[in-house]
């Protein structure tokens, strides 16, 4: 089993109401999961946001926490809600309904990596996707709640970046014609999981780094931004998805030549973002 569900990494001085989190970069591969796997070690790989932990992990240097998982996505993927099973990968999993993601086989344990590429040779029990949930899902939201609760109490305000990378081939078309395609896209469920000026002060971080950004296009945030962007509650969340192409070679799952500028860059901006809400800190003290 991966040795541990997260790993919080807390700022010497909490002095940002920000929460950065990566729920899709683990990548403590289990020898039990290697095992039952069709895929070998680097195709298991494929699903996984790599190296986006390093990216953001510079976070709490600037006064605010960061949260990475433990678990890979392949083995239980913490952007899915707790409820989402796979009746075609879990035994007595009844069908409720049609859930696009669980059909597809991107349910809370995945079925299949990118491409639609199968992990298991077969099923598994019920009671071992329950261990899953019990020991990695439910561990890491109940840490992150807890943050974006402290936060909410000393800040005023929490807000929550949820850090993911997509796919370069997922941006094809999206950009208009003439149009840069975008190496950022921003998703706050089309403005219910976060405010506006929540959202633009985000973009204007990224934009003044020197990022080509878009808003919800084609990822707006899944289980994450909608389970805990609660704007009127003064929680807010923005899923932030990057072009895995500018930092990483995605056929050898392994950092770029571009890797240590892009972090760098990133670095300001996570710098920028962590300062959201501090100038309300003084009133927000009384």
């Known amino acids: 089993m991966p040795k541990s569900a997260f790993e919080v990494i807390y700022p010497q001085n909490s002095s940002s109401c920000v929460v950065f989190a990566s729920p899709h970069s683990g990548r403590d591969y289990p020898l039990a999961l290697l095992r039952a796997t069709e895929l070998d070690d680097h195709a298991i790989r494929s699903s996984e946001d790599a190296f986006v932990d390093q990216l953001f992990e510079c976070a709490p240097q600037f006064g605010a926490s960061f949260i990475k998982a433990g678990a890979p996505r392949a ?97 094809q078309g999206i950009a208009r014609s003439g149009a840069k395609r975008p190496e950022i896209v921003l998703g706050d469920r089309f403005g219910a999981a976060a405010a506006g000026d929540v959202v633009d002060r985000v973009e204007a971080a990224f934009s003044a780094a020197g990022f080509v950004v878009s808003r919800n296009a084609p990822f707006a945030g899944a289980y994450v931004t ?17 072009d895995r192409a500018i930092y990483m070679d995605e056929k050898r799952i392994k950092p770029s030549k571009n890797f240590a500028d892009v972090q760098r860059t990133l670095q300001a901006v996570i710098a920028d973002i962590a300062q959201i809400g501090q100038e309300r800190m003084p009133l927000a003290a009384e």
Do not use: T
Request: aromatic letters at 6%.
């Open 226 to 242: 909608q389970a805990y962007g609660r704007p009127s509650r003064g929680q807010h969340a923005v899923q932030v998805e990057i």
């Open 75 to 171: 083995f239980v993927d913490l952007n899915r809600s707790s409820d989402e099973l796979d009746p075609a990968l879990i035994d007595g999993v009844r069908r409720r309904g049609h859930n696009p993601r669980v059909s597809s086989g991107l349910g809370v344990i995945p079925r299949v990596v990118a491409n639609g590429r199968a992990i298991y040779r077969g099923k598994m029990s019920m009671i071992e996707a329950k261990q899953r949930l019990d020991d990695y899902w439910h561990p890491y939201h109940g840490m992150l709640q807890n943050l974006l609760d402290r936060a909410l109490h000393h800040h005023g305000q929490a807000v929550l970046i949820d850090c993911h990378s997509m796919p370069h081939e997922a941006l």
